[in-house]
């Protein structure tokens, strides 16, 4: 019989990116449009669906041995898992996730001191509530069902939302006076289950391909042929995760230059290696990136 790892991926506006996330780690993963159980091209795995509200709570007991989620969920669910490596993606952009204390553009609030007494709505109960202990603040929080930003000023005079860019906020007129927590995607494991030498080695490669999937979002690879006496003023060029690799051609006095580079800079870099004397430059999208 298989052995299996129990694997959870989020439910919602991240589970899109998960996906592209998991094919370019190597993983075929597709749902449809109504199942909570996507199939994968790994026979060793096991998954499901859950709303990362919820995740750290199904890990923690076992229901599942590993979970991508944020670490807002890990805490606001006082979760006991372990937190094993930051997966730098999301739906938008690969910032963390910020969960800001906003109010109404119009309001006097200006430091959370001014909300003595008054309401705050949230989906992030706990850590506000925490936060307010801190702070010294007496006030009351109210669990948010949805629509948060439209609450204040008439429903609640501020709110605790997460927000990648304030976008959302600034169109809701909303002003942040503070921020509450930082956020980045986990992938969270069951204590019990990181203990078991099998599920530890196959979460611990898993974590391995995702990190190099990540690494490889925002470069591309680059190779080109050089003539011997222009690959000095090719390489001053080049800039490499370590060195470029060369390989002698066929053709006696001739290069074939390979290297990974930031793809930002490459609509930069091509003109300049072409004028320094590079041939036959090709561009190629990665997949992974492994140190």
């Not at 990648?164 to 921020?179: M, V």
């Not at 680059?222 to 390489?235: E, S, W």
Request: contains cysteine.
């Amino acid at each position: 019989m298989t052995k299996k790892l129990k694997l959870a991926l989020p439910k919602g506006s991240l589970e899109e990116a998960t996906y592209v996330l998991m094919r370019k780690a190597g993983f075929n993963t597709s749902v449809s449009n109504r199942s909570y159980f996507p199939s994968v091209d790994d026979p060793e795995l096991e998954v499901v669906l859950y709303r990362p509200q919820e995740m750290s709570r199904y890990v923690e007991d076992g229901v599942v041995d590993c979970g991508i989620t944020g670490h807002d969920w890990v805490v606001e669910n006082s979760s006991k898992v372990l937190e094993l490596c930051e997966l730098s993606y999301s739906k938008r952009t690969r910032n963390p996730v910020r969960w800001v204390l906003a109010v109404h553009e119009d309001s006097s609030f200006q430091k959370p001191q001014d909300l003595e007494g008054k309401k705050i709505a949230t989906e992030l109960v706990n850590v506000t509530k925490d936060y307010l202990k801190k702070k010294k603040i007496q006030a009351e929080v109210e669990f948010s069902w949805g629509a948060t930003e439209v609450k204040p000023p008439n429903l609640a005079d501020a709110i605790v939302e997460a927000t990648e860019t304030g976008s959302s906020l600034r169109a809701n007129r909303l002003r942040i006076i503070d921020t509450v927590l930082v956020s980045t995607t986990q992938l969270i494991a069951n204590q019990k289950s990181y203990a078991d030498a099998w599920k530890r080695a196959k979460i611990d490669n898993f974590v391995l391909l995702l990190k190099g999937a990540i690494l490889a979002q925002d470069k591309v690879g680059l190779k080109m042929n050089v003539a011997k006496r222009d690959l000095p003023k090719v390489l001053k060029i080049l800039p490499a995760l370590k060195t470029p690799t060369i390989s002698n051609l066929s053709d006696e006095g001739w290069y074939d230059v390979e290297t990974i580079i930031d793809e930002v800079v490459v609509r930069e870099l091509i003109p300049e290696l072409k004028k320094a004397g590079a041939h036959g430059i090709i561009e190629y999208p990665l997949n992974k990136v492994i140190p």
